[in-house]
C-alpha cells in the first residue's frame, strides 16, 4: 500500500531556514509529479511548489525566490527547502504524489498526512 510521509515540520524564527521531506513508500513504478501543498488556519490551501519527474518545477508567487522544490525519484522522495521564512508561511504542509503508477494504483494520487511550520516573529 502506498503511504507518503512527511517529516522536517517545526518552529523556527523569522528570517530562519527549515527543510521538509516526503517519503512515498509502497510498490512505486513511476510518480509524475509531486508537489508541496499548505494550509493556514483559516484559509484555504494553495499550491506552494511542484516538480515534474523531469525536474520542471512550479512555485506560487508568495515562495519565489525563497523556497526550492526538489525530488529523488529513485528513493521516491521531495524535498522542500524553505529559507527567508515570513510568519505568513506558518501552515501545515501536504505531500501530494500526483499520478503514482504501482501495484495496486494506476495513475492515482496520494497525499501525506502533513506537517506543521510555525514561523515566529
Known amino acids: 500500500q502506498v503511504q507518503l510521509v512527511e517529516s522536517g515540520g517545526g518552529l523556527v524564527q523569522a528570517g530562519g531556514s527549515l527543510g521538509l521531506s516526503c517519503a512515498a513508500s509502497?510498490?512505486?513504478?513511476?510518480?509524475?509529479?509531486m508537489a508541496w501543498y499548505r494550509q493556514a488556519p483559516g484559509k484555504q490551501q494553495e499550491l506552494v511548489a511542484a516538480?515534474?519527474?523531469?525536474?520542471?518545477?512550479n512555485y506560487a508567487a508568495s515562495v519565489k525566490g525563497r523556497f526550492t522544490i526538489s525530488r529523488d525519484n529513485f528513493a521516491n522522495t521531495v524535498y522542500l527547502q524553505m529559507n527567508s521564512l515570513k510568519p505568513e508561511d506558518t501552515a501545515v504542509y501536504y505531500c501530494?504524489?500526483?499520478?503514482?503508477?504501482?501495484?495496486?494504483?494506476?495513475?492515482?494520487?496520494?497525499w501525506g498526512k502533513g506537517t506543521l511550520v510555525t514561523v515566529s516573529s
Open positions: 501530494k504524489a500526483e499520478g503514482l503508477y504501482g501495484s495496486g494504483a494506476w495513475g492515482l494520487d496520494f
Open positions: 509502497g510498490s512505486i513504478f513511476s510518480i509524475n509529479a
Open positions: 516538480i515534474t519527474s523531469d525536474s520542471t518545477t
